[in-house]
Nanobody, 115 residues
């Protein structure tokens, strides 16, 4: 099994910054890529950013230029640096690990951006 534990969510003002962390443990050899998804109230969960084991990144258009995903393989941790936050970034953010045709999810962390 794979366990993913997020941290770093909270409240920020528009234009501010937050940094999310996700620590992976367990059978991490199963994971090829990691990423962050978010789900706002009444909306479907959407991909925010992903990073492969070789460091290739992909971002949703809505966060390009503002969010940066990175990973520390030695610590089995992935980060999401969120700058210039907007109220529409308010959502529960979930860490995701994907490998061997299976998704693994963290418990989610709330990010709230006030205008």
């Amino acid at each position: 099994q794979v366990q993913l534990v997020e941290s770093g969510g909270g409240l920020a003002q528009a234009g501010g910054s937050l940094r999310l962390s996700c620590a992976a443990s367990g059978s991490i050899f199963r994971i090829n890529s990691m990423g962050w998804y978010r789900q706002a109230p009444g909306k479907q969960r959407e991909s925010v950013a992903t990073i492969t084991s070789s460091g290739i990144t992909n971002y949703a258009d809505s966060v390009k230029g503002r969010f940066t995903i990175s990973r520390d393989n030695a610590k089995n941790t992935v980060y999401l640096q969120m700058n210039n936050l907007k109220p529409e970034d308010t959502a529960v953010y979930y860490c995701n690990g994907f490998g061997q045709q299976r998704h693994y999810w963290g418990q989610g962390t709330q990010v709230t951006v006030s205008s």
